[in-house]
């Protein structure tokens, strides 16, 4: 039985067409192919993998939602964040490689390349330094970074220094 829309064969993950979710199938494997049955009408046939990647994906199999994901790669996040600048760049390879598998930071820089489109470049660029240097390699807490960035920048007014019993410094001292 399929949970997702991949069979397991030998620890690799083999693609049958979505509609097919928590179907049960049968699966014939020679020593170069894997064949995928449903109730004895053939549905996907792979190339056997004995080394490599783990899940093989036929596109046409997926559902259309998620079709435009298959798209995406590593190379290609890293290229759209490095025309914003290095420091973007290097944000986008930490979330890629803080996760198990690549493709799954894909929709997190996806939403923060998402969230410099309408900002500067310079202030993309600073944003992502802090991210990377705190940690924050989530679409939440880099969204955060930016608010607070942008309060920074716009506040122009000066703070008002107080005097009040319980400072301390040189210039405190009676």
């Known amino acids: 039985m399929s949970t997702d829309y991949h069979v397991e064969f030998k620890t690799f993950l083999y693609s049958v067409p979505h509609n097919l979710i928590r179907q049960q199938v049968d699966l014939r494997a020679t020593a170069r192919t894997i064949e995928i049955f449903h109730r004895g009408k053939r549905v996907a046939v792979h190339q056997r993998r004995y080394g490599g990647a783990r899940h093989g994906t036929d596109p046409d199999h997926m559902p259309s939602s998620h079709r435009r994901y298959a798209e995406w790669t590593p190379d290609r996040f890293r290229r759209w964040a490095a025309s914003i600048g290095p420091q973007t760049e290097g944000l986008v390879i930490a979330i890629l490689s803080s996760r198990p598998h690549p493709e799954q930071g894909f929709r997190t820089c996806l939403g923060v390349l998402r969230l410099f489109r309408d900002i500067e470049p310079n202030r993309a ?50």
Do not use: M, Q, W
């Open 125 to 174: 660029e600073a944003v992502s330094a802090r991210a990377d240097e705190i940690g924050g390699l989530n679409c939440k807490s880099i969204a955060s970074l930016l608010a607070n960035h942008k309060a920074a920048r716009h506040s122009t007014e000066p703070t008002a220094i107080v005097d009040h019993a319980n400072l301390r410094g040189p210039d405190y001292f009676h």
